[in-house]
């Protein structure tokens, strides 16, 4: 039996997400294939450990530990940076700086500017976060759970009991498969 310690960010980086996959394989070459997600479970490991690739996985998931394909910072800055600047430039302190600006002469104007883009900044930053933590709490473990992605939520104290019971199902599940290709090809031999 080998186990295998994977770090999706580190296997990504040095290597095509083929080669993640060619190394999850291999190490479940003689024994059954146990993944625990301990905080988060995103990208690369998100498809690298799944049924769809292959069916002798079993996953499961610490409770409060979180799953999606991206994670809510990187989904909040690329796939929803629309949503943030809209809900920036919506922000009341934005709006009362621009009405200060619409009315101020030219030296105001230059001092609110500048205070406008610092603002906006921050202002960006705490709109990231809420629509993070928005994405987040949506594609939840409990999501994962529900569509396939992971086969059981387990609360930490359970967690050396359950790799145990997994190893040893995932070990009857291959004897049980090699005594069938052995039944199949003994019957066509004959």
Do not use: C, N, W
């Given at each position: 039996m080998a186990w295998l310690g994977f770090r999706g960010g580190e296997c990504l980086v040095r290597a095509a997400l083929r080669g993640c996959w060619d190394r999850v394989r291999r190490?479940?070459?003689?024994?059954?294939?146990?993944?625990?997600?301990?905080?988060?479970?995103?990208?690369?490991?998100?498809?690298?450990f799944s049924k769809q690739l292959n069916e002798r996985i079993e996953t499961a998931a610490l409770e409060g530990s979180f799953a999606s394909v991206i994670g809510g910072a990187p989904a909040a800055a690329t796939v929803f940076?629309?949503?943030?600047?809209?809900?920036?430039?919506?922000?009341?302190?934005?709006?009362?700086?621009?009405?200060?600006?619409?009315?101020?002469?030219?030296?105001?104007?230059?001092?609110?500017?500048?205070?406008?883009?610092?603002?906006?900044?921050?202002?960006?930053?705490?709109?990231?976060?809420?629509?993070?933590?928005?994405?987040?709490?949506?594609?939840?473990i409990h999501r994962a759970l529900a569509v396939g992605s992971v086969d059981r939520l387990i609360p930490a104290m359970e967690l050396r009991p359950y790799l145990i019971d997994a190893i040893g199902r995932g070990l009857a599940r291959d004897r049980r498969s090699d005594a069938s290709d052995r039944t199949t090809s003994a019957a066509t031999a004959d």
């Open positions: 190490a479940g070459q003689g024994g059954p294939i146990v993944f625990v997600v301990i905080t988060r479970y995103h990208g690369g490991a998100f498809m690298v940076a629309r949503e943030v600047k809209t809900r920036t430039q919506a922000e009341p302190r934005m709006l009362k700086l621009r009405e200060r600006l619409d009315t101020a002469d030219d030296q105001q104007a230059a001092g609110i500017r500048v205070r406008l883009v610092e603002m906006s900044t921050a202002i960006r930053s705490q709109k990231l976060g809420e629509v993070a933590s928005e994405f987040d709490q949506i594609h939840s």
